[in-house]
T-cell receptor
Framework: DVKVTQSSRYLVKRTGEKVFLECVQD?????MFWYRQDPGLGLRLIYF???????EKGDIPEGYSVSREKKERFSLILESASTNQTSMYLC?????????????FGPGTRLTVL | KQEVTQIPAALSVPEGENLVLNCSFT??????LQWFRQDPGKGLTSLLL?????REQTSGRLNASLDKSSGRSTLYIAASQPGDSATYLC??????????????FGTGTQLKVEL
């Protein structure tokens, strides 16, 4: 079974802090994704990566950056956390070149910025 | 820009009832459509994936249909059970583009099946 893990289930940070959210997958997937999920807005794509050191902006990249130094790990960075970044963050992975393949999701990190 | 809408936002049904969840999308140039399930505070689990060339997919008590030309999909759940209580999301993948399989999600239908 594919497993996608996220470093924390719940996180509370202060405004202005630098925040790292980590995601690890164990299926050698090329593609990895970061979403945020908010009530009434659904899942929105922040960034994705289709290879090591490669990244592309999603729909809402402002205020975020990412890092993919190893194939299995994709990090989301909030350089200076703000209250409007309070949200549920979901990581996903999928195989490249498999157009019928699904994305596999981690359990999510609920981030609260005070 | 693709927009995906799910109606209703919430649904409550008695156990044993058959039900239909709806998903509509504005751009019919999709590659496939997926239905996911999300339990409270958890990640998403894929239920069914329909290719644009297909009309429906079935898995157990679940049946998903796709009418690409009208921009609609339905998820039919037969003989609902309390364990089906969750939020159901649909997501569409656009036609072939580079950069991985980006998905556009609907906001979901929160289903509660009552005893």
């Amino acid at each position: 079974d594919v497993k996608v893990t996220q470093s924390s289930r719940y996180l509370v940070k202060r405004t202005g802090e630098k925040v790292f959210l980590e995601c690890v997958q164990d299926m050698d997937h090329e593609n990895m994704f970061w979403y945020r999920q908010d009530p009434g807005l659904g899942l929105r794509l922040i960034y994705f990566s289709y290879d090591v050191k490669m990244k592309e902006k999603g729909d809402i990249p402002e205020g975020y950056s990412v890092s993919r130094e190893k194939k299995e790990r994709f990090s989301l960075i909030l350089e200076s956390a703000s209250t409007n970044q309070t949200s549920m963050y979901l990581c996903a992975s999928s195989q490249r070149g498999q157009l019928t393949d699904t994305q596999y999701f981690g359990p999510g990190t609920r981030l609260t910025v005070l | 820009k693709q927009e995906v809408t799910q109606i209703p936002a919430a649904l409550s049904v008695p156990e044993g009832e058959n039900l239909v969840l709806n998903c509509s999308f504005t751009d019919s140039a999709i590659y496939n459509l997926q239905w996911f399930r999300q339990d409270p505070g958890k990640g998403l689990t894929s239920l069914l994936l329909i290719q644009s060339s297909q009309r429906e997919q079935t898995s157990g008590r679940l049946n998903a249909s796709l009418d690409k030309s009208s921009g609609r999909s339905t998820l039919y759940i037969a003989a609902s059970q309390p364990g089906d209580s969750a939020t159901y999301l649909c997501a569409v993948r656009p036609g072939l583009t580079g950069g991985g399989n980006k998905l556009t999600f609907g906001t979901g239908t929160q289903l509660k099946v009552e005893l």
